[in-house]
């Protein structure tokens, strides 16, 4: 089974241009969350979703950040426009139940490994 | 907001040797799971504990979800040079989404 799809998987970019990370999730799962990896904070949720609809937000660093998940299969999330601190790796995951159900386990995507200079 | 300490940070072993690292909270949790990072993927999930005093295997690791629901405690036995890379503990209180511990570096020396 093909499991959650992130691309790209690594990015370089210049301060100031549009970045753009997309995520393909685990099909049948209606739970999909954006996390965010560094070394001094480890991994952060940015936003969640349920069944397309952002659920928590609450996570994301500030307006230049953005999520949308226009369907059930895909995922983006947005930096415009990026700065160097938002270097970082970016994991998209997926969940079939809601967090904290019992038995409900989160998949990971590979990553997107995201370099601002 | 829910807080995970995992300890230790970093762990240097003999290969053939066992493994434990562990995870406490401040706060109640109802699942914790264990995974597994390795360079340059995304973790991947080693074992998922839904039950208080629950112990649960995966082959060489063992994975306890603790009686006060405050803890829990990922062990690996007889440790080999695959089994590098980054633990983390991660968990659920109530109905919130997972938060992580920052994780256990581990370093096998053959």
């Known amino acids: 089974d093909a499991g959650v799809i992130q691309s790209p998987r690594h990015e370089v970019t210049e301060m100031g241009q549009e970045v753009t990370l997309r995520c393909k999730p685990i099909?049948?799962?209606?739970?999909l969350f954006w996390y965010r990896q560094t070394m001094m904070r480890g991994l952060e949720l940015l936003i969640y979703?349920?069944?397309?609809?952002?659920?928590?937000d609450s996570g994301m660093p500030e307006d230049r950040f953005s999520a949308k998940m226009p369907n059930a299969s895909f995922s983006t999330l947005k930096i415009q426009p990026s700065e160097p601190r938002d270097s970082a790796v970016y994991f998209c995951?997926?969940?079939?139940?809601?967090?904290?159900?019992?038995?409900?386990?989160?998949?990971f995507g590979e990553g997107s490994w995201l370099t601002v200079v | 907001g829910q807080q995970l300490n995992q300890s230790p940070q970093s762990m240097f072993i003999q290969e053939g040797e066992d493994v434990s690292m562990n995870c406490t909270s401040s706060?109640?949790?109802?699942?914790w799971l264990w995974y597994k990072q390795d360079p340059g993927e995304g973790p991947v999930l080693l074992i998922a504990?839904?039950?208080?005093?629950e112990l649960t295997s995966n082959g060489r690791l063992t994975a306890q979800f603790g009686i006060t629901r405050k803890d829990s405690f990922l062990n690996i036995s007889a440790s080999i040079p695959s089994d590098v890379g980054i633990y983390f503990c991660?968990?659920?209180?109530?109905?919130?989404?997972?938060?992580f511990g920052k994780g256990t570096r581990l370093s096998v020396i053959a």
């Open positions: 995951a997926s969940s079939l139940r809601a967090p904290g159900q019992s038995g409900n386990t989160i998949y």
């Open positions: 099909s049948g799962h209606d739970y």
């Open positions: 979703f349920n069944n397309n609809v952002p659920i928590d």
């Open positions: 706060s109640i949790f109802n699942t």
């Open positions: 504990l839904y039950k208080a005093g």
């Open positions: 991660a968990g659920h209180s109530g109905n919130t989404p997972l938060v």
